[in-house]
């Protein structure tokens, strides 16, 4: 395969991730070169990404931290466009915001533009979340549907502690003012809850909700009108706003949703040898959210089954159905903020 031409040279930061690892398989499946940024090239958690087709080739590992500047400049320079994936998603409780959260989110995003802007770079897509849309919006009536002109309010995640939110929430918010007042081309994305196939080893915090619903615990959850999206849909969505001209803005990406007690249904239904989790407290439902703005770029999805279904039998697959001894399975504590 000849090398791609400097116009075709990405970033992706963050490389190693759930999401970021899907979306460097499928820059290089379409001819991309792709520089990643990663905590630690040696390390054993990203080895999925260097057996990857055409990575010998065209993949590129940096080493670098989001609050490193200069690292993340220099694997930038000589992109064409940016990818900002890079987030930390909490498995447990947040004792530190600001170190755990917020610093990471926000002042990380900042230095991606920053670099990103030193780097003449055509256009950054930024992942942001479906938190940074749907909870308590501010004067938005709750039966009204939720589009990309939805906001969270930032205010009531900080009163409830919710830091993952409130970090979402600023990043996106910074960088979509930080394009306009630089004439940087920034464009956002907010996944849904994402499932799907997973091609880093270790298991990630939005599968383990799933897991949960099939192994049960002690926890309790609430019957949230939950978002959902396939991690493969989610690249292509993330490279379709990359690569149409006419894309601007936030992109809600989130074509599914259902309940917490409908989603337990539908795995009753598909399966019957998982204990399930039984704890579901009640509670309202706003109205959804619309992924129309993506669907009109001709975004296309997996029917959510479907999803559900290659992600259970991976989960099989890779043993983290099984039960460790001595080990409780837990609900992400994430989810019970957001």
Known sequence: MASPSPSRRVCVTGGGGYIASWLVKLLLARGYAVHATVRDPGEKKIAHLKRLENAPENLKLFKADLLDYDAMAAAIVGCQGVFHVATPVPSGKITDPQREMLGPAVNGTTNVLKAASAANVRRVVVVSSMVAVEIDPKDWPKDKIKDEDCWSDKEACRNNEDWYSVAKISSEWAALEYGKQTGLDVVTVNPALVFGPLLQPT????????????????????????????????????????????????????????????????????????????????????????????????????????????????????????????????????????
């Open 203 to 338: 298991l990630n915090t939005s599968c383990q909700f799933l897991v949960y619903f099939l192994k049960g615990g002690p926890d309790q959850m609430r019957n949230k009108l939950w978002h959902i999206v396939d991690v493969r849909d989610t690249a292509d969505a993330l490279l379709l706003v990359y690569e149409a001209p006419e894309a601007s803005g936030r992109h809600i990406c989130a074509p599914h949703f259902t309940s917490a007690r409908d989603l337990l249904d539908l795995l009753k239904s598909m399966y019957t040898e998982h204990p399930f989790m039984s704890n579901i407290c009640d509670m309202d439902h706003p109205a959804p959210m619309t992924s129309d703005k993506l669907k009109k770029l001709g975004w296309k999805v997996r029917p959510l089954k479907e999803t559900i279904a290659d992600t259970i039998e991976f989960c099989k697959h890779a043993g983290f159905l099984d039960d460790a001894a001595g080990k409780t399975c837990r609900f992400p504590d994430v989810y019970n903020k957001i």
